[in-house]
């Protein structure tokens, strides 16, 4: 059987004075061995109650959640922590315990009453914090690490735990960009060499889209959607859950851009396979101008000026036609070209009421 986790019209929230608060409901899905599966969706969509809910650490409101073909209620937390182990966005509360201690925590299911690390032990915490890219933290304080830091030793000490499944709530939250990515392939690594279940939150979307074999969609209004990342990217389900005003997502590159709005017109010649007339184009649509071809330029654009990139690293003005400005950054192109068309739009008003430039 390759399912280790399953859910079946699990409905999760809080017990409240009075009641039930529900987070979400009726949720059914299933989480496989050897998978990276990440589990998406806006803020206050329910994903930490979620991952809370699937690790025992509070009660279903109804339904069922079975891990390894067993009700997780008929399971004592001692059986549960040979399965799952936990990783949470809040690891503050930790002080005066160096990182290798942490990480020896995730040995406590195996070292028995007294708690005492084996050889065997021993060698797995140091290869967890190799692993990970933390061995020179070893002896540092918890307190006196960053957000990030603290974040990998606790990955590090799940890795230690040696259970089947790892559930990560948002694990790459305070890392920097390459650690995310780092993170992510890791655990993607860790998925397919040791066989093991590992379920995610996180709120890198396109990281995501990229590195995770499965994906889970949550939010209030369309419910859990579960699928690969690429079949949910071609049956529109991403773009249901995230595109809003001025957010479109890209089903082929399964990349999110914003739509800006521009207020004039601008055409833009050269070589429009250069990155160079790309990334200018892209920045002129940033600072409200649309670039537009000669043949498609409205009334409104004017034909006096023109922005030329050959895709050789220059930028040029051409004035009625002569070049004026030539740069080789993007960043002194900008601020030129809206007075520049401005003054030929002035001098077109002067000379419809007949004024000269004194008058």
Known sequence: MNTSVAINNLSTGYKIKGGEKVISANLSAELKFSELTCLLGPNGAGKSTLLRTLSAFQPALGGSIEVDGQNIKNMSSSALSRLISVVLTDNSGIKNMSAWDVVAMGRSPYTGFWGKLGDKDKKMVDKCLCWVGIEELAQRKMQTLSDGERQKVMIAKAIAQETPIIFLDEPTAYLDYPSKIQMMLLL????????????????????????????????????LTTGLPEDLSIDGSIGKYFEREGLHFDRETRTFSIEHETARDVIVEGKEDTIEYRLCCNAMVRNGMKPVSADDAASQASKEVRVLIPGD???????????????????????????????????????????????
């Open 188 to 223: 993607h690594r860790m998925a397919k060499a040791l066989k093991k279940t590992i379920f995610m939150s996180t709120h890198d979307l396109e990281h995501a889209l990229q590195v995770a074999d499965q994906v889970w969609l949550l939010d209030k209004e369309n419910g």
């Open 313 to 359: 690293g220059s930028y040029s003005l051409m004035e009625q036609g002569k070049e004026s400005i030539k740069v080789d950054k993007i960043g002194h192109l900008l601020p030129l070209i809206v007075p520049t068309i401005t003054k030929y739009h002035i001098s077109a008003i002067r000379d419809a009421a007949e004024m000269n430039q004194y008058e």
